[in-house]
């Protein structure tokens, strides 16, 4: 466990990393899925790292109790101090010195007050009874109840994050990395449910049946029956969109655009029922999704394939068998090896 607390603390430490969860873009998803596959072994820590790091823009927690203006006075007393003490007397260069030390004084301050914070942060959401956190591996799906019986089946290198308790007439929120598909219980007093995909972006729900795929920098809502409301919130636009069944709504984060068209919801949702359906789906897509849910790294040889159409389904349980069928809809040759596939 302290392993895990160690490399969580060193990832929210990063300022990188902090930027790719706050401003996801083409640049650092490369480098931070690039920075997995030749770190297999940290990508548990990188979830709850993301994690921590998204639910501290929304939930309510101690921190935002912390009286920072104390803790900053405290650090500037505890400077002066050490400048004076710092200052050798009768130096004939005193000022050079001074401001030297006050630079160095400044950064160990700095680090302890953005540590001190970072490891409430771990300890609060990693370590609080009443905040559940769901995590799939690679390949792996998951039925979730929530606290009002509501369902979400989770699929692969995803996770989802809630209170362990609703009380009555209290909002129900639940923060999603990856994807999942939501059964959510219409309650009698009308009592909201809300999926928190980024900190400006959310699903706002009474009851319905919906998938929320949130990654790379994108989140894909695609409605199968009810309706929801889609609020997006940040510096330059508030917007309420409403969808209705049948509808697939797209929020880029980095442009922060949102768009809406309509589709097929079983295209989108039927991995639920262990099947992958191709309905002029692009091979770029597909390996995505090969990508990030079954956590394979995908070479294409002619990339022109890349923009290639299919049509057909494959069982999602079974890597192997997905990847034969894979074969037979595009008709070129598949080739695995461990994690590598190699499409010729």
Known sequence: MKSDIHSIYNLLSDPSFLDWIKNPNGENNRYWEEWQGTNPERKAQVKQAKAIASSIDFKKTSIENIRQDLIFQRIQNSINKENEDAIPKGSTKNNKFKEQASIRIWMRWAAI????LVVSSIYYFAF??????????????????????????????????????????????VWLEGEGYFTVNHLGDQQKFIVHATSDFNVEVVGTEFNVLNRSGKTKVVLSSGKVMLNLQNSAKAERLQMLPGEMAEY???DQILTKKEVDPMVYTSWRNNRLLFDDTSLLEIKSILESTYGLTVIVEDESLLEKRLYGSAPSNDITLLLKGLERSLGNQISIEGKLVTIK
């Open 252 to 254: 880029t984060h980095n």
């Open 113 to 116: 007050f953005v540590g001190l």
């Open 128 to 173: 609080n009874e009443d905040i559940v956190s769901h995590t799939t591996a690679f390949g792996e799906t998951k039925n979730i109840t929530l606290p009002d019986g509501s369902e979400i089946k989770l699929n692969g290198n995803s996770t989802l994050t809630h209170s362990r308790i609703w009380e009555k007439d209290e909002i129900r929120e």
